[in-house]
């Protein structure tokens, strides 16, 4: 499988902040990388897809960028909405998710 | 789009169980269709991919050899026949819909797979 790191595991913000997570992965996928948000009781959500393609209806405060093996998903202005665990997923083979980052009120 | 799950529940150690994913609200043969595992120990793992033809499955190193993905276009179904089952299969099973190849755009309920160690 490949491996995919997320730090940080956790980080606090306020509304307002501007939040970066970082996604590594055991070996290059080029740019076959997702992004999701999953909210407590519910299916994770498609936010970024191909490192960096905002999906439909997402909004622009969210950004990917990253290439091969180091990636970065990135929310600007966080909004209340936003305090939710982030998954990045590798779609070159099936295998495991990164751990996740959850991002909680400060 | 909808994403029916069935099959789950308490298996022991070594033992076997098929989900089942019905599916309706789009053309199913069109689509990858996967199954994504819920575990306490490793999270999120897509478990199994196939493609809308029944070709190409693809496996995670945990469950190659042990699970089997299927499908039948004709009734809109999907399957994982899960054998020599262990504790650390324990999680909730996931259908999840492909809008590419490995790229998940709709989930169903999810169905629990308990294997008590």
């Known amino acids: 499988d490949i491996q995919m790191t997320q730090s940080p595991s956790s980080l606090s913000a306020s509304v307002g902040d501007r939040v970066t997570i970082t996604c590594r992965a055991s070996q290059s996928i080029r740019s076959y990388l997702n992004w999701y948000q999953q909210k407590p009781g519910k299916a994770p959500k498609l936010l970024i897809s191909d490192a960096s393609t905002l999906r439909s209806g997402v909004p622009s405060r969210f950004s990917g960028s990253g290439s091969e093996t180091d990636f970065t998903l990135t929310i600007s202005n966080l909004r209340p909405e936003d305090f939710a665990t982030y998954y990045c997923q590798q779609s070159s083979t099936a295998g495991p998710f990164g751990q996740g980052t959850k991002v909680e009120i400060k | 789009v909808q994403l029916l799950e069935s099959g789950g529940g308490v298996v022991q150690p070594g033992g076997s169980l098929r989900l089942s994913c019905t599916a309706s609200?789009?053309?199913?043969?069109?689509?990858?269709m996967n199954w994504v595992r819920q575990t306490p120990g490793k999270g999120l793992e897509c478990v199994s991919a196939i493609s809308g033809s029944g070709g190409g499955p693809d496996y995670a190193d945990s469950v190659r050899g042990r699970f089997t993905i299927s499908r039948d276009n004709s009734k809109n179904t999907l399957y994982l026949q899960m054998n020599s089952l262990r504790a650390d299969d324990t999680g909730v099973y996931y259908c999840?819909?492909?809008?590419?190849?490995?790229?998940?755009?709709?989930w169903g309920q999810g169905t629990l797979v308990t294997v008590p160690s």
């Open positions: 609200g789009f053309m199913f043969s069109s689509y990858a």
């Open positions: 999840v819909k492909s809008t590419r190849w490995l790229q998940f755009d709709y």
